[in-house]
């Protein structure tokens, strides 16, 4: 058997991923990568409700998107034998019993019980009942839902990010596995799952440190062995509130849709928190390197959307032409001219699209402002004749500087708002080249070109 590390992330195909599902996602199979284990892909889909194939497909494609390929992957609605094996194991055993409570009663006894200055976990009355009493209120018309007696004992673990941690289990309720329907909560199929191909370390968010306490049990009773358990600090955001499917700008598909490149996200929600600096790391193989998870802050990790443009800038501004080539082209530029072009525009760029907006500068139509016509007629008489090269810019200011006076801002505003109509952009030196002489004789010219 496999020594090699196994890890898993379970999303419930319910809603399309955020950016704070693609922590745990990216921490799982960067631990994977780093230690030469296995990443798994579980769609933990029990809910038939909410759970739809839209946004089971779109687990997979964002994952993708991140770099992020599954080892295995299977869902949990093909594996419902193995799950009601397991129940009737612990039927079997006498932990896991049947309850037959509605929620309106259970919530007017948890009110009862806090009114008495009582903790309001269940107090086990379904255990009392007798066969007799069973019978006549599944003769009401009631189905029970089954819970899981807890041993009432601590359980500890050394925790990966935590270190030595715990749960006192009788400070739980004994937790519902089965619904009145016949269905699963998400408790029991987590374990099973786990136990059955060997999950060997669980590495989820702080949300989960409670359920340690009662899977652990629950590895215990099906006699199964009890993976390393993990709990990381949870991503919220900027104002500290906490990350839901229901934040659909945070999506991993809207922040793709808006242009964000996958290296930028993935380095911003696994290095936030950390003890390493925020920055953007293009190798996923780099990035696994410095993630240590005995090193991530216990302080809410804060997701800026701010930082993202940051860092998404710092990628693009490096990015080789190679990278990028493809994705010029679809912007509809010209291959001829897209590696200089690339190289003239990118420091300007905060996303790849939008090298489209320079692109259209470059060729048109710009309509020139022209804010000092005798100026610009004057540069315009001085337009060399020749091809545009990496020379024209410098000997073409050098000669309406010597026929003006003109200088520093004074000199190149003008030709800039003219050229581009804009007061800002890259470097002229690169960019008229491939404005080219027709283009800019006419824009000096106050013609839209």
């Not at 079997?92 to 903790?119: A, F, H, N, S, V």
């Amino acid at each position: 058997m496999s020594t090699a590390p196994l890890v898993r992330f379970a999303p419930s195909p319910t809603g399309f991923l955020h950016i704070g599902n693609a922590r745990p996602a990216l921490l799982n199979a960067l631990f994977a990568r780093r230690q030469g284990g296995r990443f798994l892909l579980r769609l933990d889909d029990t809910d038939r409700e909410r759970s739809t194939e839209e946004f089971a497909a779109a687990v997979s494609e964002d994952l993708g998107w991140l770099g992020i390929e599954p080892d295995l992957f299977f869902r949990q609605s093909d594996r419902s034998a193995l799950y009601d094996a397991a129940a009737e194991r612990l039927k079997d055993q006498g932990r896991l019993y049947p309850c037959y409570e509605t929620q309106e009663e259970l919530e007017r006894r948890r009110k009862r019980q806090l009114g008495r200055g009582l903790p309001p976990i269940y107090d086990r009355a379904a255990l009392a009942l007798t066969e007799a009493e069973r019978a006549a209120l599944e003769a009401e018309g009631r189905r029970p839902h089954w819970r899981f007696k807890l041993d009432h004992r601590i359980v500890a673990w050394n925790d990966l990010v935590r270190g030595e941690s715990h749960v006192d289990c009788a400070s739980l309720s004994d937790p519902v596995l089965v619904r009145a329907d016949g269905s699963y909560l998400y408790t029991l199929p987590s374990v099973v799952d786990d136990a059955e191909v060997g999950v060997s370390h669980v590495i989820r968010g702080e949300d989960h440190v409670t359920n340690t306490g009662v899977q652990v049990q629950l590895f215990e009773a099906l006699g199964a062995s009890i993976p390393a358990f993990g709990h990381h600090n949870l991503l919220t955001t900027a104002d500290g509130e906490g990350l839901s499917k229901r934040l659909g700008h945070l999506s991993l598909r809207s922040l793709r849709e808006a242009g964000y490149e996958p290296a930028a996200v993935r380095s911003l929600a696994v290095l936030t928190g950390s003890a390493e600096a925020v920055r953007p790391i293009a190798s996923l193989d780099e990035l696994a390197g410095l993630v240590d998870l005995a090193h991530l802050s216990r302080a809410p990790a804060r997701f800026d959307p701010a930082e993202l443009d940051g860092m998404n800038a710092r990628l693009v501004h490096e990015m080789p032409f190679s990278d990028v080539r493809d994705r010029l082209a679809a912007l509809g530029i010209p291959a001829g001219d897209a590696e200089a072009f690339w190289l003239a525009v990118r420091a300007n760029l905060g996303r790849v699209s939008e090298a489209a907006d320079w692109w259209r500068v470059v060729a048109g139509p710009v309509t020139p402002v022209i804010a000092e016509p005798d100026f610009i007629a004057t540069a315009a008489s001085r337009l060399p004749e020749e091809a545009f090269g990496p020379g024209t810019w410098k000997a073409w200011t050098d000669a309406v500087k010597a026929r003006t006076g003109a200088k520093g801002r004074a000199l190149f505003m003008p030709l800039r708002l003219a050229l581009t109509g804009l007061d800002h952009g890259p470097d002229l030196s690169v960019l008229l080249p491939l404005i080219g002489r027709e283009r800019a004789a006419k824009r000096l010219a106050g013609e839209t070109a």
